[in-house]
């Protein structure tokens, strides 16, 4: 497994935003987008292209297209739609596999509560999307839910990790790739990433 923090002074800089307390709902959800679609363009580095010949203003040319990718992205709810639109606008025609999963606060443990996917998992890359990677315990259950499914390329995107979670998974599903804009240094004991940017999914919708 391979974890890639993309090191780029404008993640860096969106990600200051994201961790200032003062940040509003709106420019944290859009900011959120702004550190997805980031994140994604390195994610699809190893996209193959092939070359087509169309018809341009001038003639005939020579183009590049994506081919034969076929992509499902997995926000996990509900603070994985924060990165959703992110990564639609750079992947307009990916397919959405939603995956419902909440942490029980006493045990920490993921616990699923609605899944509809693609139907054909088994021919699309899954990326999965929540802002944190705390703990690592709803990324492992998505990963295995997913593989349940036939799913065989994973990755993940995520604004900030915890070292903790990525060893978690990296330890569980080697074949996954992490795609993230900051390790950050611990988790507190309530699972919470130090320092964080706080609880992601009220700081996108705006609840407490
Ligand atoms: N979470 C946060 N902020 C944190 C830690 C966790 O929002 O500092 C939430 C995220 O919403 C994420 C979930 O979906 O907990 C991941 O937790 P875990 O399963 O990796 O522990």
């Excluded at 959800?29 to 190893?46: D, F, M, Q």
């Excluded at 639609?88 to 993921?110: C, F, H, Q, W």
């Excluded at 088994?122 to 799913?151: F, N, V, W, Y």
Aim: hydrophobic residues 40%; charged residues 25%.
């Amino acid at each position: 497994m391979a974890v890639y923090v993309v090191d780029h002074p404008l993640v860096r800089h969106k990600i200051g935003i994201l961790r200032m307390e003062s940040t509003s709902t709106s420019e944290f959800r859009s900011v959120s987008n702004e550190v997805a679609r980031l994140l994604i363009y390195e994610a699809t580095k190893g996209f193959r292209t092939e070359k087509h010949t169309v018809q341009g203003w001038a003639g005939p040319v020579e183009i590049e297209a994506i081919s034969g990718k076929k992509v499902t992205v997995v926000p996990i709810l509900r603070a994985g739609l924060g990165l959703m639109d992110g990564v639609l606008d750079m992947i307009p025609g990916a397919k959405i596999s939603v995956v419902g999963l909440y942490r029980n606060e006493e045990t920490l443990e993921p616990v699923e509560y609605y899944v509809k996917l693609a139907s054909d998992m088994d021919q699309r890359l899954a990326i999965i999307l929540d802002p944190m990677l705390a703990t690592g315990g709803s990324l492992i259950a998505t990963i295995e839910l997913l593989k349940r499914h036939g799913c065989r390329q994973i990755c993940s995107l995520n604004l900030v990790c915890a070292p903790e979670g990525i060893a978690k998974v990296e330890a569980a599903h080697p074949d996954v790739d992490i795609y993230t804009a900051a390790i950050d240094d611990h988790l507190n004991e309530q699972g919470y990433i130090i320092p964080g940017l706080g609880d992601a999914g009220d700081r996108i919708f705006g609840t407490k």
